[in-house]
């Protein structure tokens, strides 16, 4: 065998590291075949067992018929070179792949005073912000012309271009971009500038879009204002309190009409402070619940006495709602209303409601309300007596004189048959022209009637259009025995009024009251 061939293949079995057999085959080839100059770049094998990268050259020496005569083969030591470019390459990609995974833009930029600024490199995140395609970014780069898309310096705060100017690191917020659309974009920038005689200014700089966080929080202070207007609005106090922290978060309207936010920290020692004026009964009972609250997630509702900042006692409500994670509470939050205060609004409501504003007297709804109640505590001893009257031919009134006038009909009605009747009974409109009377404990039947005969001739002193008289009919029904709820004896009230009707209209019926079986 040919000594060469020998220490070919010792060579590549012993020195060439394997993955680079292929190419060392082919260097041998071209050495075989006669080329001139062949090189490779190859790992060999060192006495350590670690491999470095090594250039081989191989030249051929001719006779002077043209054949090869020798080789001479170099090899030169690459590993600290290439080692070194695949760092460089490994960390390229690293810091790529960084660049491209951060929310915000990367862009290194020359800039020329006052505003022009030309590209050096942008991320693939800084051409989503700004909306130009990369191959635009790139086509300026290459070309070295400046971007007037960029936001403007002249945008940027005049002490902020100072500190710029002095090569210090500087962050603006919010700045604002206008859109071609006529829209604001915002933009949180953080960018230094690194100065050099007779050289352009270099800018580093990251791009960050905040307008969604701009909006969101545009939404929040509405919502927060929103939230005021109706805490002053009810004079409810909310609370919100974190386990973790011990704090308490208040807020509420004080005595000068104004809205409130207090902090305090250490819940149980806030509630026996004198500022939190709780009543000393009411303590044990408040200590107790919320200590309940921090043991799992819960809601619930309670009623306190405290003294409020009319400097007097009230009864509040109390409603709350704990949060867990875990199984371990980590807050707790709620409501609190002044219970006397919504009281208080709900009767003055009631109030408004029981009567009927055209004649003064009770609503519908207060009448038949009120008369169950009655019924349902009725001695069973006890005479009652309902009477119902339906004015006659109201509505050829109506038609006649117009609503208004009608208006002012009824309401004479309405004081005439207050006249007519006592405090305790229960006048009542009860439709359009029909209204209900219910007469406590009349005494006698003839009393009920002696107040019917009393209406016919009150309402005949009403006179309308050519002086014609006001007249109605009437139903009466005795109420005694087993007569319990208020269908019944209205029923029976209204059988008594119709019976009116049909004998000609301006006359009463009585018709005694029993329930069906």
């Keep these: 065998m040919d000594p060469w061939e020998v220490l070919n293949q010792k060579f590549s079995k012993e020195v060439v590291y394997k993955d680079d057999l292929d190419l060392f085959e082919k260097f041998n080839n071209e050495r075989n075949a006669g080329k001139e100059n062949s090189e490779i770049i190859i790992r060999l094998a060192m006495k350590d067992k670690t491999f470095r990268w090594t ?3 191989g030249s051929f020496l001719f006779d002077q018929a043209g054949n090869p005569e020798r080789i001479i083969i170099t090899l030169t030591d690459l590993d600290n070179e290439i080692k070194a470019t695949e760092k460089f390459q490994e960390a390229n990609v690293r810091l790529n792949n960084i660049i491209s995974n951060i929310p915000a833009g990367v862009g290194i930029y020359h800039f ?17 912000i700004f909306g130009i395609p990369r191959e635009t970014y790139n086509k300026l780069i290459a070309e070295g012309k400046a971007l007037t898309l960029f936001p403007s310096i002249m945008e940027i705060p005049r002490e902020k271009l100072q500190q710029l100017n002095q090569g210090q690191l500087v962050s603006i917020d919010r700045l604002p971009i206008r859109q071609k659309d006529g829209s604001t974009q915002w933009l949180r920038l953080t960018c230094s500038f690194v100065i050099k005689p007779d050289q352009p200014i270099v800018c580093y700089a990251t791009i960050l879009d905040i307008s969604n966080l701009v909006t ?3 939404t929040a202070d509405s919502l927060k204002e929103l939230y005021q207007l109706v805490i002053e609005s009810t004079g409810t106090i909310t609370f919100d309190y ?3 922290q011990d704090l308490l978060l208040l807020t509420f ?16 020692k806030f509630v026996n402070s004198s500022e ?20 799992k997630e819960t809601t619930g509702e309670m009623d306190f006495q405290a003294m409020g900042p009319d400097q007097h006692d009230h009864w509040y409500h109390v409603k709350y709602l704990s949060l867990a994670k875990a199984q371990k509470v980590y807050r707790i939050f709620g409501k609190i209303d002044n219970f006397d205060a919504i009281m208080e609004a709900q009767e003055a409501k009631f109030e408004r409601t029981q009567f009927d504003l055209i004649t003064g007297l009770r609503s519908k709804d207060y009448a038949k309300a009120r008369i169950e109640q009655l019924l349902k505590n009725r001695p069973e001893e006890q005479f009652d007596a309902l009477i119902f009257l339906d004015i006659d031919n109201f509505k050829l009134i109506n038609d006649t004189v117009g609503h208004l006038e009608a208006d002012k009909i009824l309401s004479r009605v309405g004081k005439a048959l207050r006249k007519i009747f006592r405090s305790s009974d229960i006048v009542a409109r009860f439709g359009g022209d029909e209204f209900l009377i219910y007469m406590i404990d009349p005494e006698q039947k003839q009393i009920v009637e002696d107040k019917a005969k009393k209406i016919l001739s ?17 139903g009466i029904t005795g ?4 007569i319990r709820d208020f269908e019944t004896a209205f029923r029976c009230a209204d059988q008594a009024m119709y019976a009116a009707k049909q004998a000609g209209k301006n006359t009463f019926s009585i018709i005694n009251c029993c329930k069906k079986e």
């Design 112 to 128: 020329y005073p006052p505003d022009r600024v030309v590209p050096i490199y942008v991320s693939d995140k800084t051409c989503e």
């Design 276 to 295: 939190f004026m709780v009543n000393p009964e009411s303590k044990p009972k408040l200590l107790k619940v919320f200590r309940e609250a921090l043991v």
């Design 458 to 474: 009150s309402l005949r002193q009403i006179t309308y259009g050519d002086q014609k008289s006001l007249e109605c009919s009437i």
């Design 253 to 268: 309207v004080d005595s000068n009409k104004q809205y409130v936010e207090r902090k305090y920290q250490d819940f149980q």
């Design 55 to 57: 250039r081989l050259r």
């Design 216 to 218: 969101t929080e545009q």
């Design 242 to 244: 974190s386990v973790a």
């Design 479 to 482: 109420i005694k025995d087993n």
